[in-house]
């Protein structure tokens, strides 16, 4: 059965396409017009502008387009997303606002006292990984997935956890991160650890897990998340069933071994990164990394 009997409004939600757009023109704005009315700023770079609108599609993507109502339908394509949304959303973000914008919202008063606190390197990653992880739990993923705004408000905290978490990896020009070289390999290392459990439990179970996606009554009151209700009345169905050939166990195993590759794939391109990175610096700066390494041999010597 074609996704197209949802309608317009739960395809391509029009609502999220008016607030990306208010939130693009509000950035550009900022780093463009309104940018000399900040005490320090640079002009806004052509790479910036670039990961900010990569960002905002891909959120749309996830979160706007047809890929969000499949997200309802099926299992398989709720992990694709939840990998998207906080694995690579958020590094593309946070690339695209300049350094002098961010220096200005986490020195608010408001936000200043916590946010070196949230985004400590070994607290980050154990939130994230934890928010991600008990979402997943079935008794609470169906429970959160039936009420509309305890389902937006958990997603929001589940992704601001990410960009903390994303916080001692990304590099911002002016914003100094909290790890560097092997330290940021063996933090993206301890991430995809952390949230093996979770999948490793999706993947290798022998039953199917989550109601909202096996019970029709139960996945119909979730459906209501993203298409109105008046719609859902005027048709009838019995369950997920009717747009996938595969068993709900199938689908299942399916998403939790995407969500891993997709996963691999975005963690395996910043661990390149990040290595090359590395080691281009030991060898321009080979001679005073030596340097430094005899004195403080002679230093020791002299104790």
Not at 22 to 31: H, K, N
Request: aromatic fraction near 14%; include cysteine; proline fraction near 5%.
């Amino acid at each position: 059965m074609p996704i197209s009997i949802f309608g317009f409004q739960a395809l391509w939600s029009p609502v999220m396409i008016g607030v990306l757009v208010f939130l693009t023109i509000l950035y550009f704005l900022i780093t463009v017009k309104w940018r000399n009315d900040f005490k320090v700023s640079e002009p806004l770079k052509k790479s910036e502008a670039v990961y900010f609108l990569l960002g905002i599609v891909l959120l749309y993507i996830v979160k706007g387009s047809p890929v969000d109502l499949m997200a309802h339908i099926m299992f398989s394509f709720h992990m694709v997303q939840m990998a998207l949304l906080l694995l690579l959303v958020p590094p593309l973000l946070m690339k695209g606002i300049p350094w002098w914008v961010w220096k200005v919202v986490i020195e608010l008063p408001a936000i200043r006292k916590v946010f070196p606190i949230l985004t400590k390197p070994l607290l980050s990653l154990i939130v994230f990984s934890g928010l991600f992880s008990i979402y997943h739990i079935p008794l609470l993923f169906d429970f959160i997935k039936l009420d509309e705004g305890l389902h937006g408000t958990y997603t929001f905290i589940l992704f601001l956890s990410a960009i903390f978490m994303w916080w001692s990896i990304v590099e911002i020009d002016g914003v100094s991160g909290r790890l560097h070289g092997l330290k940021k390999i063996g933090f993206i290392i301890g991430s995809a650890v952390l949230i093996t459990p979770a999948c490793a439990l999706i993947i290798f179970t022998g039953t199917p897990l989550y109601e909202t996606y096996t019970n029709s009554d139960v996945w119909l009151k979730a459906m209501e998340l993203c298409v109105p209700s008046s719609t859902l009345a005027g048709l009838s169905l019995s369950g997920p069933e009717l747009f996938s050939n595969m068993t709900p166990l199938a689908d299942q195993q399916l998403g939790g071994i995407l969500m891993k590759i997709v996963q691999e794939i975005i963690y395996a391109v910043f661990l390149m990164s990040i290595f090359f990175k590395w080691y281009k610096n030991e060898q321009d700066n080979a001679d005073e990394i030596t340097q430094k390494a005899l004195d403080d041999l002679k230093v020791q010597a002299n104790l």
